[in-house]
């Protein structure tokens, strides 16, 4: 196991693939930790993949990560620590996080992937009534609610259901409550309209956190970006449809990492 130490804690963070082979750095979704990526990484053998628990969650430690801008300095840290320029590739918060490093260090981003994200998710009123609910009951307490945003029926019917529901379950509720006040008081649109590098967007038509419709509006913004909508997949294509993901994410990084 490796520890990136930061100022006010540890960061958990794994690195596969070869030295030398095109980076990317995978930013995890709210009440996930890098195992997120494990059904992509097949796909990803011909690139360096650096993932990593964002603060609270996983392994890692609980600091300051209750702004985005808290986040994002994680994630460039990760960057200058594995020697640098990457492809980020974030899903949902992970997304916003992305956003936020290739407008304030696109000397360090090659080219940006956005799963199942916007330039603003969700509004204060939501995420202050979740922090609500997490604070009185712990993640335990949103556990089936959130299942029903994350995965479209099908894959909710599988026996792997119950182990990401553990995954969200078990995240302790400082860093969940932290990243959602993040959430609620994060808007990037301004800075994401401004962003010019190669970019891909997609979405899942069985998305309930991120809807196909606000994904696509976020791909407007950025000047040339790509859109893609995936039928079938919910909130984490990674997980549950990791080869739709693969075919459309393979020839895009083949292109721009
Ligand atoms: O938990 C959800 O509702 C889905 C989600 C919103 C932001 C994020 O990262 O995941």
């Known amino acids: 196991m490796q520890a990136l130490m930061r100022p006010g804690g540890a960061l958990h963070i794994r690195i596969d693939g070869p030295d030398g ?8 979704s709210l009440g996930t930790d890098l195992r997120l990526w494990d059904g ?10 650096i993932r990593y628990d964002k603060q609270g969650h996983g392994l890692s430690d609980l600091w300051d990560g ?3 801008a808290a986040h994002a300095a994680d994630a460039v840290a990760v960057i200058e ?8 590739v974030g899903c949902s918060i992970g997304g916003l996080i992305a956003q936020v490093v290739a407008a304030e260090r696109p000397n360090l981003v090659r080219a940006l992937v956005l799963s199942n994200s916007a330039a603003k998710l969700g509004n ?26 994350w995965f479209a029926a099908p ?14 379950a078990r995240t302790g509720a400082p860093g969940y409550i932290a990243a959602c006040r993040a959430l609620a008081a994060s808007d990037q649109t301004g800075a994401t309209r401004a962003l010019r590098l190669p970019t891909l967007v997609i979405a ?21 970006a790509e859109f893609h909508l995936i039928d079938g997949a919910g909130h984490l294509p990674c ?19």
């Open 21 to 28: 082979a095109p980076a990317l750095l995978m930013l995890n």
């Open 66 to 68: 209750s702004t985005i």
């Open 155 to 168: 894959f909710r019917a599988s026996p792997q259901l119950a182990l990401w529901r553990n995954m969200l």
């Open 40 to 49: 992509l990484m097949p796909h990803l053998s011909g690139f360096r993949v």
């Open 81 to 88: 620590a594995a020697g640098g320029p990457v492809t980020l």
């Open 124 to 149: 204060a009123d939501s995420w202050n009534q979740r922090i609500a609910a997490v604070q009185a009951g712990g993640t335990e307490a949103i556990a089936d609610a959130v299942m029903e945003r």
């Open 239 to 257: 997980v549950e449809t990791p080869a739709a993901m693969a075919a459309i994410l393979i020839p895009f990084l083949e292109r721009h990492a």
């Open 204 to 224: 899942g038509s069985q998305d309930g956190a991120a809807p196909p419709d606000l994904v696509r509006a976020t791909a407007d913004l950025i000047a040339g």
